[in-house]
Nanobody, 115 residues
């Protein structure tokens, strides 16, 4: 499975961005998809995930501001509203495969929130 992200950039505080991640390969093997991020000097952390069947999970810091969604082609999107400077990070798309639990990662896309 290969993952390609798009949609990062620079935005002012309070603004919005939408990230997308297109999966290719044996996409029928994908169970959970989602987004993680790594801020400068910090460890990678979960942002949001969505399982087959559309069960979602969010980090407390983004609840009510971010929305994760997924379509039938296993494109996963992250709508980010009311962005804060502390949301600045490289965002990585993730897919977990059924049976093996293998984790596939995208190359990352930079999100910068600054005035």
């Amino acid at each position: 499975v290969q993952l390609v992200e798009s949609g990062g950039g620079l935005v002012q505080p309070g603004g919005s961005l939408r990230l997308s991640c297109a999966a290719s390969g044996i996409i029928s093997m994908i169970d959970t998809m989602g987004w993680y991020r790594r801020a400068p000097g910090k460890q990678r952390e979960l942002v949001a995930t969505i399982r087959t069947g559309d069960t979602t999970e969010y980090a407390d810091s983004v609840k009510g501001r971010f929305t994760v969604s997924r379509d039938v082609k296993n494109t996963v999107s992250l709508q980010m509203n009311k962005l804060k400077p502390e949301d600045t990070a490289v965002y990585y798309c993730n897919a977990v495969l059924k049976l093996t639990g293998y984790n596939a990662w995208g190359q990352g896309t930079q999100v910068a929130v600054s005035s």
